[in-house]
């Protein structure tokens, strides 16, 4: 009976903090990992600062510094459903990132030309509006769709070019993924990582559209606190600003629902 006693007394004495444990226990399941500080960080070093094809030692950050003006071309498919969904992600994107993306008909007064042809004409395409295919023969023995951008002397992004071939990319089923992807990796989030998920960014997932984390490291991209040009350390050690902001703001709390605003998902009712 006194053991009896005993135990209940030590279960009274002590469960207020069996109840805080279990309490913060359950905050800990109820946060999805991609909404930790420390993954998205590392999320963003690696989609922000490595490149896919291209072995980079010393990898800045870039990005724009100025508005976008998008010209639009197409000699197969639906060129007005093409031209409308890639409206619909651009404003997207614009809203994300604060960002002003605009269409333009002058070609001399567009910095991303996003091109919508053949598979058979693709090459043909490159060399028009990237250079020589051979200098990207990796990308287009691999890749789906393209995308290239150039970039100055402060590593702020000045051109940029996508090349979607239609009839190749709806017969393996990536068409959305290519409009998606190819536009939001050319605002400064040039590379691919299986590490990174759930995200457009990564290769294996089943991700068409934004992901949550996706809208987190677009707007960590155009966070005042970071800037083009800064080394993988200055990114890092600018990053606890960035995350603090993101927090403020209840970016990372709410990033589920504000990634559907104005989203093509929404638009197309998936």
């Known amino acids: 009976m006194q053991t009896n006693l005993l135990n209940l007394r030590l279960m009274i004495r002590f469960s207020p903090f069996w109840l805080l444990t279990f ?32 072995e980079t030692k010393y990898p800045k950050l870039i990005r724009w510094n100025k508005p976008i003006k998008l010209f639009f071309e197409s000699d ?6 093409q031209k ?21 008909n002058d070609p001399k007064q567009a910095n991303i030309f996003v091109i919508f042809t053949t598979y058979d004409n693709i090459e043909n395409k490159v060399r028009q509006y990237i250079g020589d295919p051979e200098k990207i023969r990796a990308a287009l023995n691999k ?17 940029g070019s ?16 290519c409009i998606v992807e190819e536009i939001t990796q050319l605002l400064g989030l040039p590379n691919d990582s299986n590490d990174v998920f759930p995200s457009v960014f990564n290769d294996v997932s089943v991700d068409t559209y934004l992901s949550p984390l996706d809208y987190l490291l677009l707007k960590a ?21 960035v995350l603090a902001e993101l927090h403020s703001n209840k970016d990372i709390e709410n990033a589920a629902q504000r990634v559907q605003k104005y989203s093509l998902k929404t638009y197309l009712g998936d």
């Open 162 to 177: 996508i090349i979607i071939p239609v009839d190749y990319a709806r017969r393996k089923a990536r068409f959305l993924d």
């Open 143 to 159: 890749a789906i769709c393209l995308g290239n951008f150039s970039r100055n002397g402060k590593y702020e992004i000045i051109k």
């Open 221 to 241: 991209l155009y966070s005042s606190h970071l800037k083009p040009g800064m080394d993988v350390a200055q990114t890092k050690a600018a990053f606890p600003k």
């Open 76 to 81: 197969s498919g639906d060129a007005n459903l």
């Open 23 to 54: 309490f913060i226990s359950s905050l800990a399941l109820s946060e999805e990992r991609w909404q930790n500080d420390a993954y998205i960080q590392d999320s963003f070093i690696k989609i922000a600062l490595e490149r896919e094809y291209k």
């Open 84 to 104: 409308e969904l890639l409206s619909v992600h651009a404003q997207h994107l614009a809203n994300i990132t604060g960002l002003p993306i605009d269409f333009t």
